[in-house]
Protein backbone atom coordinates (compact mmCIF):
# COMPACT_ATOMS: atom_id res chain seq x y z
CA UNK A 1 0.00 0.00 0.00
CA UNK A 2 1.56 3.55 -0.73
CA UNK A 3 1.30 5.81 1.74
CA UNK A 4 -1.04 8.49 1.15
CA UNK A 5 -1.69 6.84 -2.91
CA UNK A 6 -5.32 5.91 -1.63
CA UNK A 7 -8.29 6.90 0.50
CA UNK A 8 -8.12 3.59 2.13
CA UNK A 9 -4.83 4.96 3.79
CA UNK A 10 -6.53 7.73 5.34
CA UNK A 11 -9.04 5.65 6.42
CA UNK A 12 -7.06 3.10 7.85
CA UNK A 13 -4.57 5.61 9.78
CA UNK A 14 -7.74 6.86 11.20
CA UNK A 15 -8.86 4.42 12.62
CA UNK A 16 -5.33 3.12 13.67
CA UNK A 17 -4.84 6.71 15.54
CA UNK A 18 -8.45 7.01 16.87
CA UNK A 19 -6.94 5.59 20.30
CA UNK A 20 -4.12 8.33 19.98
CA UNK A 21 -5.85 11.05 19.66
CA UNK A 22 -8.24 10.04 23.17
CA UNK A 23 -5.33 9.43 24.99
CA UNK A 24 -3.96 12.80 23.50
CA UNK A 25 -7.13 14.41 24.69
CA UNK A 26 -7.20 13.09 28.19
CA UNK A 27 -3.67 14.06 28.59
CA UNK A 28 -2.12 10.68 29.00
CA UNK A 29 1.11 9.14 26.86
CA UNK A 30 0.48 7.15 23.94
CA UNK A 31 4.39 6.52 22.92
CA UNK A 32 3.60 2.82 23.29
CA UNK A 33 0.66 2.53 21.61
CA UNK A 34 1.97 5.47 18.46
CA UNK A 35 5.17 2.83 18.55
CA UNK A 36 2.63 -0.27 17.78
CA UNK A 37 1.16 2.13 15.38
CA UNK A 38 4.20 2.74 13.51
CA UNK A 39 4.49 -1.25 13.30
CA UNK A 40 0.86 -1.80 11.89
CA UNK A 41 1.33 0.91 9.42
CA UNK A 42 4.93 -0.46 8.00
CA UNK A 43 3.44 -4.00 7.99
CA UNK A 44 0.87 -2.48 4.99
CA UNK A 45 3.08 -0.42 3.38
CA UNK A 46 5.12 -3.56 2.86
CA UNK A 47 2.39 -6.27 2.78
CA UNK A 48 2.54 -7.22 -1.29
CA UNK A 49 6.79 -6.43 -0.93
CA UNK A 50 8.55 -9.28 0.47
CA UNK A 51 11.63 -8.44 -0.97
CA UNK A 52 11.28 -4.77 0.44
CA UNK A 53 10.44 -6.49 3.83
CA UNK A 54 13.13 -8.25 4.38
CA UNK A 55 15.53 -5.56 2.48
CA UNK A 56 14.03 -2.79 5.42
CA UNK A 57 14.47 -5.54 8.12
CA UNK A 58 18.58 -5.94 7.36
CA UNK A 59 18.95 -2.51 6.75
CA UNK A 60 17.71 -1.38 10.30
CA UNK A 61 19.73 -4.10 11.76
CA UNK A 62 22.75 -2.81 9.86
CA UNK A 63 21.93 0.41 11.30
CA UNK A 64 21.54 -0.73 14.63
CA UNK A 65 24.82 -2.28 15.00
CA UNK A 66 26.50 0.43 13.45
CA UNK A 67 25.29 3.18 15.48
CA UNK A 68 25.46 0.87 18.72
CA UNK A 69 29.04 0.03 18.32
CA UNK A 70 30.45 3.90 17.12
CA UNK A 71 29.15 4.81 20.61
CA UNK A 72 30.85 1.52 22.06
CA UNK A 73 33.81 2.86 20.27
CA UNK A 74 33.54 6.72 21.21
CA UNK A 75 33.28 6.41 24.86
CA UNK A 76 36.74 4.56 24.56
CA UNK A 77 38.70 6.57 21.64
CA UNK A 78 37.96 9.27 19.34
CA UNK A 79 39.91 8.43 16.03
CA UNK A 80 39.00 9.60 12.51
CA UNK A 81 39.59 6.30 11.38
CA UNK A 82 36.52 4.42 12.73
CA UNK A 83 34.04 7.54 12.15
CA UNK A 84 34.66 8.01 8.72
CA UNK A 85 34.54 3.91 8.28
CA UNK A 86 31.11 4.39 9.99
CA UNK A 87 29.84 6.27 7.98
CA UNK A 88 30.38 4.75 4.83
CA UNK A 89 29.40 1.44 6.26
CA UNK A 90 25.83 3.59 7.40
CA UNK A 91 25.45 5.20 3.88
CA UNK A 92 26.95 1.52 1.96
CA UNK A 93 23.35 0.03 1.48
CA UNK A 94 21.78 3.45 -0.10
CA UNK A 95 24.57 3.50 -2.62
CA UNK A 96 24.41 -0.24 -3.65
CA UNK A 97 20.85 0.19 -3.92
CA UNK A 98 21.17 3.25 -6.93
CA UNK A 99 23.75 0.42 -8.32
CA UNK A 100 22.08 -2.23 -8.28
CA UNK A 101 19.28 -2.11 -11.04
CA UNK A 102 22.26 -1.30 -13.73
CA UNK A 103 23.41 -4.90 -12.78
CA UNK A 104 20.44 -6.58 -12.15
CA UNK A 105 16.41 -6.63 -12.63
CA UNK A 106 15.48 -6.87 -9.25
CA UNK A 107 16.93 -4.65 -6.60
CA UNK A 108 17.64 -6.48 -3.42
CA UNK A 109 18.74 -4.12 -1.23
CA UNK A 110 16.50 -1.21 -2.08
CA UNK A 111 13.24 -0.51 -0.38
CA UNK A 112 10.81 2.46 -0.06
CA UNK A 113 12.53 4.81 2.21
CA UNK A 114 15.78 4.01 2.00
CA UNK A 115 17.42 7.27 1.11
CA UNK A 116 15.31 8.73 4.50
CA UNK A 117 16.46 5.91 6.77
CA UNK A 118 19.74 6.39 5.43
CA UNK A 119 20.17 10.30 6.71
CA UNK A 120 18.96 9.35 10.04
CA UNK A 121 21.31 6.78 10.31
CA UNK A 122 23.74 8.41 8.94
CA UNK A 123 22.99 11.75 11.12
CA UNK A 124 23.01 9.59 14.19
CA UNK A 125 26.64 8.41 13.90
CA UNK A 126 27.88 11.99 13.07
CA UNK A 127 26.21 13.60 16.45
CA UNK A 128 27.76 11.16 18.28
CA UNK A 129 31.07 11.77 16.75
CA UNK A 130 30.39 15.75 17.52
CA UNK A 131 29.38 14.77 21.38
CA UNK A 132 26.07 15.95 20.67
CA UNK A 133 24.67 12.06 21.55
CA UNK A 134 26.54 11.10 24.36
CA UNK A 135 24.86 7.73 25.18
CA UNK A 136 22.94 5.11 23.38
CA UNK A 137 18.98 5.42 23.24
CA UNK A 138 16.72 2.51 24.31
CA UNK A 139 16.54 -0.06 22.01
CA UNK A 140 12.83 0.47 21.04
CA UNK A 141 13.11 4.21 21.24
CA UNK A 142 15.74 4.20 18.47
CA UNK A 143 14.02 2.20 16.08
CA UNK A 144 10.47 4.35 16.95
CA UNK A 145 13.11 7.59 15.58
CA UNK A 146 14.38 5.15 12.25
CA UNK A 147 10.61 3.29 11.54
CA UNK A 148 8.25 6.56 12.12
CA UNK A 149 6.04 5.46 9.59
CA UNK A 150 4.40 9.09 8.68
CA UNK A 151 7.27 10.44 7.19
CA UNK A 152 9.38 7.18 6.02
CA UNK A 153 8.50 7.73 2.24
CA UNK A 154 8.76 11.20 2.10
CA UNK A 155 10.02 12.86 4.82
CA UNK A 156 10.69 15.43 6.06
CA UNK A 157 13.87 14.10 7.74
CA UNK A 158 13.56 14.75 11.37
CA UNK A 159 17.22 15.20 13.79
CA UNK A 160 17.12 12.77 16.90
CA UNK A 161 17.58 14.87 19.08
CA UNK A 162 14.55 17.23 18.65
CA UNK A 163 12.47 13.82 17.77
CA UNK A 164 13.68 12.64 21.52
CA UNK A 165 12.09 15.51 23.08
CA UNK A 166 8.83 15.31 21.59
CA UNK A 167 8.82 11.65 22.32
CA UNK A 168 9.62 12.41 26.29
CA UNK A 169 7.77 15.43 26.69
CA UNK A 170 4.59 15.03 28.43
CA UNK A 171 1.51 16.65 26.61
CA UNK A 172 -1.33 18.26 28.02
CA UNK A 173 -5.08 17.96 26.95
CA UNK A 174 -5.42 21.20 26.02
CA UNK A 175 -1.76 21.32 23.89
CA UNK A 176 -2.58 18.32 22.28
CA UNK A 177 -5.83 19.76 21.15
CA UNK A 178 -3.65 22.44 19.32
CA UNK A 179 -1.60 19.70 17.77
CA UNK A 180 -4.62 18.02 16.78
CA UNK A 181 -6.33 20.98 14.66
CA UNK A 182 -2.59 21.66 13.51
CA UNK A 183 -2.37 18.03 12.12
CA UNK A 184 -5.96 18.03 10.74
CA UNK A 185 -5.44 21.14 8.81
CA UNK A 186 -2.07 19.73 7.05
CA UNK A 187 -3.02 16.72 6.75
CA UNK A 188 -6.86 19.10 4.21
CA UNK A 189 -3.87 20.91 2.63
CA UNK A 190 -2.27 17.99 1.68
CA UNK A 191 -5.48 17.00 -0.15
CA UNK A 192 -5.81 20.53 -1.52
CA UNK A 193 -1.77 20.63 -2.93
CA UNK A 194 -1.67 16.86 -4.16
CA UNK A 195 -5.14 15.89 -5.54
CA UNK A 196 -7.31 18.83 -6.16
CA UNK A 197 -3.99 21.28 -7.58
CA UNK A 198 -1.23 18.88 -8.51
CA UNK A 199 -3.70 16.66 -9.98
CA UNK A 200 -5.52 19.31 -12.09
CA UNK A 201 -1.83 20.79 -13.44
CA UNK A 202 -1.08 17.21 -14.42
CA UNK A 203 -4.63 15.35 -15.53
CA UNK A 204 -5.76 18.62 -17.36
CA UNK A 205 -2.68 20.64 -18.77
CA UNK A 206 0.32 18.51 -18.83
CA UNK A 207 -1.40 15.40 -19.98
CA UNK A 208 -3.00 17.56 -22.94
CA UNK A 209 0.47 19.87 -24.14
CA UNK A 210 0.26 18.44 -27.78
CA UNK A 211 -3.01 20.11 -27.91
CA UNK A 212 -2.41 23.31 -26.30
CA UNK A 213 1.04 23.80 -27.65
CA UNK A 214 1.10 24.71 -31.63
CA UNK A 215 5.32 24.11 -31.49
CA UNK A 216 8.28 22.57 -29.74
CA UNK A 217 9.30 25.14 -28.34
CA UNK A 218 6.11 26.53 -26.76
CA UNK A 219 5.44 22.70 -25.31
CA UNK A 220 8.70 22.67 -23.78
CA UNK A 221 7.88 26.06 -22.57
CA UNK A 222 4.50 25.51 -20.94
CA UNK A 223 5.77 22.10 -19.62
CA UNK A 224 8.41 23.50 -17.59
CA UNK A 225 6.53 25.88 -16.02
CA UNK A 226 3.46 23.35 -15.22
CA UNK A 227 5.54 20.71 -14.01
CA UNK A 228 7.61 23.32 -11.60
CA UNK A 229 4.20 23.86 -10.17
CA UNK A 230 3.00 20.61 -10.27
CA UNK A 231 6.55 18.91 -8.58
CA UNK A 232 5.87 21.43 -5.65
CA UNK A 233 1.83 21.23 -4.94
CA UNK A 234 2.88 17.34 -5.28
CA UNK A 235 5.37 16.73 -2.89
CA UNK A 236 4.50 20.03 -0.60
CA UNK A 237 0.90 17.65 -0.38
CA UNK A 238 3.04 14.63 0.73
CA UNK A 239 4.76 16.58 3.01
CA UNK A 240 1.84 17.95 5.03
CA UNK A 241 0.31 14.31 5.12
CA UNK A 242 3.24 13.48 6.49
CA UNK A 243 3.21 16.15 9.20
CA UNK A 244 -0.01 16.25 9.93
CA UNK A 245 -0.29 12.55 10.63
CA UNK A 246 3.22 13.05 12.96
CA UNK A 247 1.29 16.29 14.82
CA UNK A 248 -1.73 14.06 15.44
CA UNK A 249 1.02 11.11 17.03
CA UNK A 250 2.19 14.25 19.25
CA UNK A 251 5.71 14.32 17.00
CA UNK A 252 6.29 17.99 15.97
CA UNK A 253 7.52 16.95 12.70
CA UNK A 254 9.68 19.81 10.95
CA UNK A 255 8.05 22.01 7.89
CA UNK A 256 9.64 21.04 4.48
CA UNK A 257 8.44 24.10 1.90
CA UNK A 258 7.91 27.89 2.67
CA UNK A 259 6.97 29.22 -0.20
CA UNK A 260 9.92 28.57 -2.50
CA UNK A 261 8.70 30.21 -5.40
CA UNK A 262 9.38 34.03 -3.76
CA UNK A 263 12.33 33.28 -2.97
CA UNK A 264 14.77 36.62 -3.81
CA UNK A 265 17.69 34.26 -4.87
CA UNK A 266 18.74 30.60 -4.96
CA UNK A 267 20.51 30.49 -1.74
CA UNK A 268 16.98 31.39 -0.56
CA UNK A 269 15.86 29.10 -2.42
CA UNK A 270 17.82 26.71 -1.08
CA UNK A 271 16.19 27.74 2.54
CA UNK A 272 12.48 27.29 1.56
CA UNK A 273 12.62 23.87 -0.73
CA UNK A 274 12.83 20.43 0.83
CA UNK A 275 13.93 22.09 3.89
CA UNK A 276 15.10 19.09 5.96
CA UNK A 277 16.76 17.53 2.67
CA UNK A 278 18.57 21.37 2.14
CA UNK A 279 19.79 21.55 5.83
CA UNK A 280 20.77 17.85 5.93
CA UNK A 281 23.43 18.47 3.18
CA UNK A 282 24.39 21.86 4.49
CA UNK A 283 24.98 20.54 8.30
CA UNK A 284 26.68 17.95 7.58
CA UNK A 285 28.36 17.87 4.21
CA UNK A 286 28.80 21.62 3.03
CA UNK A 287 29.54 22.55 6.73
CA UNK A 288 32.01 20.31 7.20
CA UNK A 289 33.71 19.71 3.67
CA UNK A 290 34.24 24.06 4.65
CA UNK A 291 35.57 23.24 8.18
CA UNK A 292 37.45 20.78 6.99
CA UNK A 293 39.59 22.41 4.59
CA UNK A 294 39.38 25.41 6.64
CA UNK A 295 41.06 23.50 9.22
CA UNK A 296 43.28 21.71 6.79
CA UNK A 297 44.34 25.25 5.33
CA UNK A 298 44.80 23.98 1.57
CA UNK A 299 43.01 26.95 0.20
CA UNK A 300 43.11 29.98 2.14
CA UNK A 301 40.77 31.94 -0.10
CA UNK A 302 37.32 31.42 2.26
CA UNK A 303 35.10 32.41 -1.01
CA UNK A 304 37.05 29.35 -2.92
CA UNK A 305 36.56 26.59 -0.33
CA UNK A 306 32.51 28.02 0.26
CA UNK A 307 32.19 27.42 -3.68
CA UNK A 308 33.74 23.98 -3.40
CA UNK A 309 31.84 23.05 -0.51
CA UNK A 310 28.54 24.31 -3.34
CA UNK A 311 29.88 22.15 -6.00
CA UNK A 312 30.53 18.89 -3.48
CA UNK A 313 27.11 19.48 -1.88
CA UNK A 314 25.27 19.83 -5.19
CA UNK A 315 26.68 16.91 -6.78
CA UNK A 316 26.24 14.24 -3.98
CA UNK A 317 22.32 16.12 -4.32
CA UNK A 318 22.28 15.03 -7.87
CA UNK A 319 23.39 11.70 -7.81
CA UNK A 320 21.36 10.85 -4.67
CA UNK A 321 18.44 11.35 -6.89
CA UNK A 322 19.79 9.07 -9.52
CA UNK A 323 22.61 8.28 -11.90
CA UNK A 324 20.79 9.13 -15.03
CA UNK A 325 21.38 12.27 -16.87
CA UNK A 326 19.10 14.95 -15.78
CA UNK A 327 20.26 14.26 -12.18
CA UNK A 328 23.36 14.45 -12.69
CA UNK A 329 22.85 17.51 -14.57
CA UNK A 330 20.52 18.44 -12.00
CA UNK A 331 23.17 19.32 -9.49
CA UNK A 332 25.81 20.83 -12.03
CA UNK A 333 23.36 23.17 -12.67
CA UNK A 334 22.32 23.96 -9.14
CA UNK A 335 25.94 24.07 -8.06
CA UNK A 336 27.02 26.45 -11.16
CA UNK A 337 24.04 28.89 -9.71
CA UNK A 338 25.54 28.50 -6.32
CA UNK A 339 28.88 29.42 -7.14
CA UNK A 340 27.89 32.21 -9.67
CA UNK A 341 25.74 33.53 -7.34
CA UNK A 342 28.23 33.39 -3.87
CA UNK A 343 30.73 35.47 -6.50
CA UNK A 344 27.98 37.88 -7.66
CA UNK A 345 27.07 38.29 -3.75
CA UNK A 346 30.75 38.79 -2.39
CA UNK A 347 30.88 41.72 -5.67
CA UNK A 348 27.78 43.70 -4.91
CA UNK A 349 28.63 43.82 -1.21
CA UNK A 350 32.27 45.68 -2.18
CA UNK A 351 30.60 47.73 -5.01
CA UNK A 352 26.89 48.10 -4.08
CA UNK A 353 25.85 47.42 -8.07
CA UNK A 354 22.41 46.16 -6.53
CA UNK A 355 20.26 48.18 -4.62
CA UNK A 356 17.59 47.06 -2.14
CA UNK A 357 14.47 48.26 -2.49
CA UNK A 358 10.52 47.09 -3.12
CA UNK A 359 11.61 46.79 -7.14
CA UNK A 360 14.93 44.90 -7.13
CA UNK A 361 13.40 42.20 -4.66
CA UNK A 362 10.34 42.00 -6.41
CA UNK A 363 12.72 41.65 -10.20
CA UNK A 364 15.06 39.09 -7.92
CA UNK A 365 12.20 36.90 -7.23
CA UNK A 366 11.00 37.29 -11.17
CA UNK A 367 14.54 36.06 -12.14
CA UNK A 368 15.12 33.33 -9.41
CA UNK A 369 11.98 31.96 -10.04
CA UNK A 370 12.48 31.51 -13.76
CA UNK A 371 15.94 29.97 -13.26
CA UNK A 372 14.44 27.31 -10.34
CA UNK A 373 12.08 26.67 -13.09
CA UNK A 374 14.89 25.72 -16.01
CA UNK A 375 16.16 23.50 -13.20
CA UNK A 376 13.34 21.40 -12.93
CA UNK A 377 12.77 21.00 -16.33
CA UNK A 378 16.27 19.75 -16.16
CA UNK A 379 15.41 17.44 -13.78
CA UNK A 380 12.09 15.92 -15.38
CA UNK A 381 14.34 14.81 -18.20
CA UNK A 382 12.22 16.24 -20.65
CA UNK A 383 15.10 18.34 -21.97
CA UNK A 384 16.62 14.82 -23.56
CA UNK A 385 12.92 13.46 -25.15
CA UNK A 386 12.30 13.85 -28.34
CA UNK A 387 9.08 15.50 -30.31
CA UNK A 388 6.17 17.21 -28.81
Known amino acids: MTPYGSFTF ?17 GKRFYRYNLLVT ?19 LFIIWQIILFYGYIH ?16 LSILPLGLSKLMPYFSQVNWIGFLGISYLTFKGTQLIMETRDGLIKKG ?12 FPTIS ?15 REIQGEEYKVLLYEGINKVFLGFLYKYIIGYSINHFFIANLRFIAHSQFQHHL ?19 FAIGVSYLMGIKSPENFNRPFISRNIKDFWNRWHLSLSFWFRDYVYMRFVFWMTKKKWIKNRNVVSNLGYILLFMIMGVWHGLEIQYILYGIYHALLMVL ?23 AIVITFHFVCFGFYIFSGQLFKEGV
Open 10 to 26: FFIVAILLTPTIVLGLL
Open 39 to 57: IIGLSLIFASNLQGTIALI
Open 73 to 88: YRRKANGAIIFYLAVF
Open 137 to 148: PPLFQLLYFLLF
Open 154 to 168: SGPIDRYRRFEKDVQ
Open 222 to 240: YYMYAYSFYLFFDFAGYSA
Open 341 to 363: YNSFEQFNKKHKWWPQNKFTHIL
